[in-house]
């Protein structure tokens, strides 16, 4: 499962929730290290990345690479491009290059959340459940209202059968957003995996209302 939403205004993610789902919005990133790029370099390489993301969520994954690929080549601090990187890898199932990338990333600044939460994210659907919760953990103790963290938590947690924590994680996700449809479809499996079938199907029936208001 994986990984939506903003990350204070300036991109956008994308998420994780089910079992044979997996919702990887890519992040478009419009503010990029002052230290390092010009400002001629910045609207530049900004105008790509958006160009790369767009292909990326059409399905044009291998487009999307080519140019992510040549971002990480001229501008190889551009931690941003690393992590968008490894999110299309994640997209297509190259998991070790999406790795790669994730790590290249944290490699430049290891206290990128978004980054924090993309590999913790992938560790979880590759079965490493301990490594992702430390890279989640470290997300959250960086962003601490950073709702898809919490979701991921809590599908963890979910998926270990550590039902109590998982309950925590999702109800601090509907706290920090609470009209994120993931987080109503996980709370509603952890309700059902607990016996409690109404309160699963209130929380599935906000679930889709939710993915249909989002259409």
Known sequence: MKNLNTYQNK???RSNFSKSINVFILTVIIFLN???FSLANRSETSR???HAAHLSQTGENEEALKIFLEITYKEPNNYYAYNNLGMVYSQIKENKKALNAYNKSLSINPSFPMTLNNIGALHMTMGNYNKAEIFL???LSLFGSFHLVS???GELYLKQKRYSEAMAYLKKSL????VFPPTH???GELHLAEGRKDEAEKEFS???ELKLKSK
Do not use: E
């Open 11 to 13: 991109l956008n993610t």
């Open 34 to 36: 002052t230290t390092t």
């Open 48 to 50: 790509w990345m958006r």
């Open 137 to 139: 953990k470290k997300a």
């Open 151 to 153: 979701t991921n938590l």
């Open 175 to 178: 706290k920090d957003m609470p």
């Open 185 to 187: 479809k996980l709370l």
């Open 206 to 208: 906000i679930f889709k």
